[in-house]
């Protein structure tokens, strides 16, 4: 299985229809998305899920702010 991921500098999907200001990069790759989406999870839809199913006693974030 494939997953297709856009380059980073295309915005999630949900970046494009939640209001502006909960719009905020990606938690690990850093891309637009919405920040307050699906329970406050501040991570794309192609960084979110590998997330959520590794969420256990050691859940970290990586910071990728500052790169632009
Ligand atoms: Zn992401």
Do not use: F
């Amino acid at each position: 299985m494939t997953t297709a991921v856009p380059p980073i500098n295309e915005p999630d999907p949900s970046a494009l229809i939640c209001p502006r200001d909960q719009v905020g990069p990606c938690a690990l790759c850093g891309r637009k998305t919405h920040r307050y989406g699906r329970g406050g999870c501040p991570l794309c839809q192609w960084c979110a899920p590998p997330v959520m199913e590794q969420w256990g006693p050691d859940v970290h974030y990586i910071s990728t702010r500052g790169k632009n």
